[in-house]
């Protein structure tokens, strides 16, 4: 007889209770369930690393891409802006007809050592919260700020000049309005055009 026939024999006799079967199923269960689980993990973990990837990769070409709410003409509106990194940006959205609308803009700020920069992120979106003028093609005026929209036809003086008081609810701008010249907003007091005095 062989070690191998001996081993067999002298264990043979030997019986598991069912107890122990039932925890051994158990623990091989929970060794395939657990097995899943890593390999739906590893799975999630790759997709959100490729998809990361070719989203990053997505919005640095050009630039840096932002979804934002605006206020066009009274009415908040979601605008794709893409911020250039030299002060500028480009938008796009949907007018009220429907139409795909392209604008941009940007500036330059001077430091307190009288040099200059170009506008971050930050302040390209502020300028986008100040109110704004539109002369319209049937000679109206308006002023737009965030919901608020104030025909201002009629409230120009003697020199072209229009002063408007709006109000966001917690901070009040002066807006003064050049008739086709431009405008010029403070949250201090109206602005005095120089070539009025």
């Keep these: 007889m062989t070690n191998k026939e001996k081993y067999k024999q002298a264990f043979s006799v030997l019986q598991t209770s069912d107890d122990f079967k039932r925890e051994m199923e158990n623990m091989i269960k929970l060794q395939k369930k657990h097995k899943v689980?890593?390999?739906?993990?590893?799975?999630?973990?790759?997709?959100?690393?490729?998809?990361?990837?070719?989203?990053?990769?997505?919005?640095?070409?050009g630039g840096i891409q932002r979804m934002v709410q605006i206020w066009i003409h009274g009415d908040q509106t979601d605008a794709v802006m893409e911020f250039k990194g030299d002060g500028s940006y480009e938008m796009t959205y949907q007018d009220e007809a429907g139409n795909t609308v392209e604008r941009g803009g940007g500036g330059i700020a001077f430091e307190e050592d009288g040099t200059e920069r170009p506008l971050t992120q930050e302040e390209l979106l502020q300028e986008l919260v100040n109110p704004e003028v539109e002369y319209r093609e049937d000679g109206t005026v308006w002023v737009y700020y965030q919901s608020?929209?104030?025909?201002?036809?009629?409230?120009f003086d003697e020199n072209g000049i229009c002063f408007v008081k709006v109000s966001d609810g917690t901070e009040t701008l002066y807006v003064t309005v050049e008739y086709q010249k431009g405008w010029s907003v403070s949250g201090d007091k109206y602005i005095i055009p120089a070539d009025s005095n």
């Design 37 to 61: 689980n890593v390999a739906v993990a590893v799975a999630i973990i790759c997709l959100i690393l490729i998809g990361g990837t070719s989203t990053a990769y997505a919005a640095n070409i």
């Design 148 to 155: 608020q929209k104030l025909e201002i036809t009629d409230k």
